[in-house]
């Protein structure tokens, strides 16, 4: 039996005037579990938070906390607290004093306040720093003061929009770790929002990935990585080389036929919703291996080998990445050594790291839309 969810959301849908920003999104998060919302600019997802927060109003759906609709109830009646992406800090007040607000805000006493004070400071590093102001620290150090005042009010639930961007590269790889830990470490109902896929994989234990205001895949980070349901989401989650080919289903495999610029080869189906006819192949960087177009060494089984051109080559650090034009397409592709521009060579993606897609309708009219699912993702998310 799944258990009952903490944090609900059931068919919302929020519009800006005639503007739909989110339509119909089903989402249930676990206690204790850290759910990151991944997708581009414009998206929905920070809609989606802030109406979590109570920010913003749906126009249809619900929102629920441990079986309590809270979907009328102002934000601070709904047992959450919000870092938001610029901190928020109040310039004149010092460190001791931005984190003991939501506190004094409750008429806290001023011993209490100063102990609950005293213990963020503790668990966030900030012990000494209490009379400084937020001119005086760092960006990691302003990002800490945000989450002690969030977490000072003891929240059921911790909501996170993209607190990690105002901090330089370096910087960001750490604090992402601290507050995956201390997530951990006290328990606490999390939800992030962020562009940035690699930092998702990371911190979540379950990515929603969101595309025009309707989510289009959950799972776990192994999930939506390995498994994307559609075009969109293995792009999104790195696959972006495209190419175009042909093939059809025969038994449990699809068999990609010949064309122009690739051999023919089988790749099993696994449980992919494809139909005959025309597909679209996905593939990362570093997944397709380069080699010289009169190599003649075998390949492994289901592997697809494309015919191209380089085009150029650059050193991103570790190894070359080159642009290689196949037929009407350009992709680009790893390799530890350069291959001079304009060498003929091969593509080789092994089937493991090869995503195809029918065109867009096409697998639901044969296998039904939650044919390549997680169901982990489709009960927890609805997606």
């Not at 927060?53 to 709904?78: E, M, N």
């Not at 004149?92 to 939501?102: E, K, L, R």
């Not at 940035?196 to 895949?217: C, S, W």
């Amino acid at each position: 039996m799944t258990p009952a969810p903490f944090l609900e959301v059931k068919k919302a849908s929020v519009a800006y005037g005639a503007t739909t920003v989110l339509e119909g999104i089903d989402l249930a998060i676990a206690k204790g579990e850290f759910v990151a919302l991944l997708g581009s600019s414009g998206c929905g997802k920070t809609t989606l938070l802030r109406t979590i927060a109570g920010f913003v109003k749906p126009v249809a759906g619900t929102i629920s906390v441990a079986g309590r609709d809270v979907t009328r109830l102002p934000p601070d009646k709904r047992g959450m607290a919000l870092v938001f992406q610029s901190y928020a800090l109040w310039p004149h007040m010092t460190v001791a004093q931005n984190i003991g607000y939501g506190l004094k805000l409750r008429r806290q006493p001023a011993d209490a306040i100063a102990r609950r004070v005293a213990e963020m400071e503790a668990l966030l590093g900030l012990t000494g720093l209490s009379r400084r102001k937020p001119a005086q620290l760092s960006g990691g150090q302003r990002q800490r003061v945000a989450l002690g005042r969030a977490l000072a009010i003891d929240p059921e639930i911790l909501l996170l929009d993209e607190p990690l961007s105002n901090l330089d590269a370096r910087i960001r790889l750490s604090v992402r770790h601290e507050i995956r830990a201390l997530q951990r470490r006290l328990g606490i109902t999390a939800v992030h929002v962020t562009h940035d896929r690699e930092e998702a994989m990371v911190m979540a234990d379950r990515i929603v990935i969101l595309d025009g205001g309707r989510i289009a895949q959950a799972g776990t980070p192994e999930e939506v990585y390995n498994r994307p349901v559609s075009s969109f989401v293995a792009a999104f989650m790195g696959a972006e080389n495209c190419v175009s080919l042909a093939g059809r289903v025969t038994g449990g495999h699809f068999a990609i036929a010949a064309g122009p610029t690739n051999a023919p080869c089988t790749v099993p189906l696994a449980g992919r919703p494809l139909v005959d006819g025309p597909v679209v192949a996905r593939f990362r960087a570093e997944a397709a291996t380069l080699v010289p177009a009169d190599d003649a060494s075998a390949k492994p089984e289901g592997t697809l080998v494309l015919s191209g051109r380089v085009e150029s080559a650059s050193y991103p650090g570790g190894h070359w990445r080159h642009a290689v034009v196949v037929g009407p397409d350009t992709v680009l592709v790893d390799a530890p050594a350069a291959f001079a521009p304009n060498t003929a060579v091969k593509v080789c993606v092994p089937p493991q790291a090869l995503f195809l897609f029918s065109p867009a309708g096409a697998e639901t009219a044969k296998a039904g839309p939650s044919a390549y699912k997680s169901n982990k993702a489709s009960e927890l998310a609805g997606a």
